[in-house]
Each structure stands twice: as C-alpha cells, then as structure tokens.
C-alpha cells in the first residue's frame, strides 16, 4: 500500500502554545488528505476534509479557527493546532487516498500532550 | 443510530480458532466498506476492502458484505495472538466522497 508519514510523531507542548503537525504521502500524489483525532479508548473523529489548492472542509463542532489546516501540495498537508490546550491532548492521525478506489492509508499519528 | 455500530466486545477466543467480526451501518447509499487493524498506540492499518455483495477472501480473511441487511463482517481463520487488536469498521457513504466513517471499534484477543 502507498505510504504515508507524520511528523513529528509526540509533541509535548505547554498551554497556550501552537503546534504544527506535518502529514505527507511519500509515494503518491494525494488531492485529498483527511485529519483524525482519536481520544483514548475511543473511535476515530474525522475532524477535516484537506483539498489541495483550496480551503479544508472542517466536519461540525470542530473550531477552524483553532485548527489550521493547509494544503499547500499534492504531497502535503499541515494541521497546526492553535493555542492549545490540555483538552486538546489527542492523538492525530492523518490519511491520504487514492480515490480512484478509495482506500486511504494513515499515517503513523501524532501523540499530542498539552500540559 | 449510530452510523456505524459494530458487535460489543471484548471479543476473546483461542488460538487457531476463527474470529468473527460484525458491523451494520445505517447509510443506504454506502458504497465501500473497510476494515481496519489498530494496534494499542498505533494507527490503523488496511486489512480489507469490499464493495460488492458476497465474500472476499485474502489469506486468512474474510470479509463478507450484505448490502440488503446493511451488515459487513470479518472472519479471521486461524487466529494467532498477532491478531489481537482492536478492528474497526468503516464506510464510505455515496453523499460524502472519499470520507470514511467509523465504528466503535471491537477489540479481538487471541489467547493462546
């Protein structure tokens, strides 16, 4: 399957401190990249929809103010979580897809801890 | 509803055993169906995709889709301790393209 990375993979930041998590597929140009955050013991929660070249489709009750996401090329997309908070400790995971037939490969995921 | 239910676990069984794994989802317009292997701490990984009614089958997996019922599940032959993990369902619905929605997950442990 194609692949596709995350960076950094923890982050340890202080409360009210911005965070940027960079998703990239290595092997394959990806239109559309998704974000993922995934609380303990639960689920996955699509936060957002990454389309390159425009602006990120964010799902209900997530804040795009909060969380920046910029597509800037057919391999990258950033999610930079804005003054964060303890709350927003989670761990992020982004995938890529190859549409034509839609399956998407994850990347390793970001461990976020705001303390 | 939920969109995505899957069978309430724990889900225990012994080695060698076959592992069954169930969901439904509530999407009419659903067109594809994943199942994906998530190891504690980890993302989730590919295990299989199915998009017509019937079985496919890839080694020691099986992943069984009734469009009718609105059911999809996953048999896992042969069951080794690697297996444990927690298996999620997911769809991709015909209004939302390219968006996977997710299932609560169950979590499979194979005891030897």
């Known amino acids: 399957g194609a692949v596709v990375s995350q960076h950094p993979s923890r982050v340890i930041c202080k409360s009210g401190t911005s965070v940027k998590i960079e998703c990239r597929s290595l092997?394959?140009?990806?239109?559309?990249m998704f974000w993922y955050r995934q609380f303990p013991k639960q689920s996955l929660m699509l936060m957002a929809t990454?389309?390159?070249?425009?602006?990120?489709?964010?799902e209900q009750g997530v804040e795009k103010d909060k969380f920046l996401i910029n597509h800037a090329s057919l391999t990258l997309s950033t999610l930079t979580v804005t003054s964060a908070h303890p709350e927003d400790s989670s761990f992020y995971i982004c995938?890529?897809?190859?549409?034509?037939?839609?399956?998407?490969?994850f990347g390793p995921g970001t461990r976020l801890t705001v303390l | 509803q939920k969109e995505v239910e899957q069978n309430s676990g724990p889900l225990s069984v012994p080695e060698g055993a076959i592992a069954s794994l169930n969901c439904t989802y509530s999407?009419?317009?659903?067109?594809?169906f994943f199942w994906y292997r998530q190891y504690s701490g980890k993302s989730p990984e590919l295990i299989m995709f199915?998009?017509?009614?019937g079985d496919k089958e890839d080694g020691r997996f099986t992943a069984q889709l009734n469009k009718a019922s609105q059911y999809v599940s996953l048999l896992i032959r042969d069951s080794q301790p690697s297996d444990s993990a927690t298996y999620l369902c997911?769809?991709?619905?015909?209004?939302?393209?390219?968006?996977?929605?997710f299932g609560q997950g169950t979590i499979l442990t194979v005891h030897p």
């Open positions: 995938s890529a897809g190859d549409l034509g037939l839609g399956e998407q490969f």
């Open positions: 092997d394959f140009q990806a239109t559309t």
């Open positions: 990454s389309n390159e070249g425009s602006k990120a489709t964010y």
């Open positions: 999407d009419r317009g659903s067109q594809s």
């Open positions: 199915i998009y017509s009614n």
């Open positions: 997911a769809h991709q619905g015909g209004t939302s393209y390219g968006k996977l929605t």
